[in-house]
């Protein structure tokens, strides 16, 4: 009977030699292999081991202190390849200091070219990024100096008189992955990891270039005692494997707690158990946000304002089964999780692979996304993925923003120390803050704004003292908040003029309500309107 190879997280990273590239599967810190990335990091530290590496990751894995965290080591890694940093302020740095090569890909086409790359081809071909910082003709996804006169990883293309982005591929010589059980012959399994992601395709993706597969796992069984169904690595494709020694510290299932057996699906929590979000502007402008709803819509919710609220908020207002809230992990109705454990859920109705959801978000596209707002410019751009030198990275945003149907972008007027007071019907300004959101021309291209337009995409920008939409003139002023003055503390405090709708309307007085609902759901179950018209 075949047997797997079972080694310790020290032998496991020596098999890591100078000069790699290292793919890791994770998100946030879910299905992270720490106990390997812990041991990679000491050795480095002791021995100038392994170094000259080269870090690709789809999605970003870590919670501010773990994670891939451990690779942050200037000389250790020479290049990254990733989507997301916005919760790694080490790789933030030394991307900003370029201390390493940084490039920045969707994070859906990183996750389906493992899929390109497993089957044979030489990349992968897309819409995505067209237009935006990804685009060569703009940055290339370059995201500092040291990286701007490098080769370009995307090409341009056109097939059938249509341009597309080609992905070229990127050849795996190590595939870090995290099971939760395997039996001896190294069958693994995922079922209590609070995501699916896309380890198959990663690791079949090494496979084709000859790499080997490192797998991280918190318990082994008896080979035949795990349902065929469950494995989702065969044994036959992973060289070794680490039994984590320390689970607790090392195999958490999330940043903020070692199991919770309601984020693996295997129970369901008591609705009422999930306590409303307290009121603050955040949960203000998600209130807001949610106007845009409709009865069955497929909902997306990115980082930030999206994901932290608007699920609570769907939950406390009683009309998360009058729609389909989803994340680009891959999960299905439920309430949301946020900030450090970012894409997880309890109470789920589905859950498939990270890059299967990619599939979705980037042909039929979903109905509507919600997403953060760094920065929006004149001509309805909108820039979400870098702010001086700090980039965040594009994470999913890309892939979801250019094919929703309609784009909600959810975030404060300004940035950087505004205050504010919601209180009988009315907003007030306490302090504003010290950043100006709303520029003439937006420092990096997340989100095309005249492609948008072009193509009549449905756009909302939703604030906590105004909203607006793009139509095919630019950026269009479409209601304001009540105890809020037009032109001081709106117009005045933008780089540009926007156009101002003939129809200006005043945010519904319902959203300043802060214990209990706000009254999203009516008797007759359709979503409530929004506000009313200024005289």
Same mark, same amino acid.
């Given at each position: ?105 969707? @994070? ?6 493992? #899929? ?7 990349? *992968? ?16 996804? *370059? ?144 209130? #807001? +946000? ?42 299905? +109705? ?29 042909? $039929? ?75 003439? @021309? ?9 492609? $948008? ?71 007759? *179950? ?10």
């Amino acid at each position: 009977m075949l047997k797997a190879n079972f080694v310790s997280a020290k032998e496991a990273a020596a098999k890591i030699k100078d000069g790699n590239t290292v793919c890791t599967i994770a998100m946030t810190l879910v299905s992270a292999s720490e106990s390997i990335l812990k041991e990679l990091e000491k050795s480095y530290l002791d021995t100038g081991h392994p170094s000259n590496l080269t870090l690709l990751h789809s999605c970003g894995q870590s919670d501010r202190k773990d994670g891939i965290q451990h690779l942050a080591h200037e000389g250790m890694v020479t290049k990254i390849i990733g989507s997301h940093w916005g919760l790694q302020p080490r790789w933030m740095d030394m991307i900003a200091n370029s201390q390493v090569e940084a490039y920045c890909l969707p @994070q859906g086409q990183i996750a389906q070219l493992y #899929r390109s790359m497993a089957c044979g081809l030489p990349g *992968k071909m897309s819409k995505v990024g067209l237009g935006t910082f990804i685009d060569p003709r703009v940055e290339g996804g *370059k995201m500092n100096e040291r990286t701007k006169p490098l080769k370009d990883i995307v090409d341009i293309i056109e097939y059938d008189g249509e341009e597309y982005m080609f992905y070229k591929q990127i050849p795996i010589d190590v595939c870090v992955i995290r099971g939760t059980v395997c039996d001896e012959m190294g069958n693994l399994t995922t079922t209590e990891e609070a995501m699916k992601l896309e380890v198959l395709p990663a690791v079949l993706a090494a496979k084709r270039y000859g790499g080997i597969v490192i797998a991280q796992v918190k318990q082994v069984v008896q080979t035949g005692t795990i349902n065929p169904k469950d494995v989702t690595v065969p044994g036959v494709f992973i060289d070794d494997i680490v039994v984590c020694e320390n689970p607790r510290e090392d195999h958490r299932q999330t940043s903020s707690w070692y199991f919770d057996p309601s984020y693996c699906g295997q129970v369901r929590v008591p609705q009422g158990n999930i306590p409303p979000a307290p009121f603050n502007e955040r949960k203000f402008i998600a209130r #807001r +946000g949610t106007q845009e709803l409709y009865d069955g819509a497929v909902v997306n919710l990115g980082t930030g304002i999206p994901n932290d609220m608007v699920g609570k908020v769907c939950n406390e207002e009683g009309v998360s089964d009058d729609i389909m809230i989803t994340v680009e992990s891959g999960i299905y +109705g439920g309430v949301q999780a946020g900030g450090i454990d970012f894409g997880i859920g309890q109470n789920l109705y589905a859950m498939i692979g990270h890059h299967e959801q990619m599939d979705y978000y980037n042909g $039929a596209g979903v109905d509507i996304t919600y997403m953060g707002l760094g920065e929006l410019g004149e001509d309805g751009s909108v820039n979400s993925t870098k702010m001086g030198s700090r980039c965040t990275g594009a994470g999913g945003f890309i892939d979801i923003t250019q094919n929703a149907k309609k784009v909600v972008f959810l975030g404060t007027f300004t940035a950087s120390g505004a205050k504010y007071q919601f209180a009988d019907g009315r907003l007030t300004i306490l302090q504003e803050g010290k950043i100006r959101k709303m520029v003439k @021309q937006v420092a990096q291209l997340s989100f095309n704004g005249p492609m $948008a337009r072009e193509k009549g995409q449905e756009v909302t920008i939703v604030t906590e003292r105004a909203v607006f939409c793009l139509c095919k003139e630019g950026v269009e002023l479409i209601e304001i908040a009540p105890g809020i003055d037009l032109q001081t503390q709106v117009l005045d405090m933008m780089d540009f003029q926007p156009l101002i709708s003939p129809k200006l309307m005043l945010m519904d007085e319902s959203l300043f309500i802060q214990d209990g609902p706000f009254g999203l759901k009516l008797k007759d *179950k359709s979503l409530k309107i929004k506000g009313k018209q200024i005289d």
